[in-house]
């Protein structure tokens, strides 16, 4: 395991492990953050997304032989291939949102539901739906808050919880 892997999955058992104090003011403004970055993807809008990513940004893909992908760009390049290939969403759903906050630190739980289609040339290939329990653990920088790292474990259709 690498040093920033196991830099993230300690820093969330403090800030999971830890008694925080509310700060209504904090979780508010990251709820309204993570609002932003569902409706830029819901826009396909890049700069928008990509707005709302730390540059040191570590992001946990959910298979047993993929690595990380460490840093803004290298998710850039993941997540936005070529111009002649992009994944529109169709829905995207959050349940059972948690917010904790440690000082300038904090995370971001919850059940995801994205349903995307996949178009190469303006041509739709295929839809793809993704139910995962997910963590985002988020960082104040510069006034407001980033998605710092990205963690999240796929779930069959009929999961709920």
Known sequence: MTPKILSSLLLLGLLCACQQKKNPDAQQEILQMMSEYRAAWSVGDTLQILKHISPDITFFRPTKSAPPIYGKQALKKFWFPSASLSYPIIAYEIEHEKVGVAEDLAYY?????????????????????????????????????????????????????
């Open 109 to 161: 739980q919850g059940l995801s539901k994205l349903t995307w289609c996949t178009l190469e040339n303006n041509s739709m290939k295929d839809t793809t739906r993704s139910i995962s329990d997910f963590t985002n653990i988020l960082r104040k920088e510069n006034g407001g808050w980033k998605i710092y790292s990205i963690m999240y474990h796929l779930k069959d259709e009929a999961y709920t919880r």
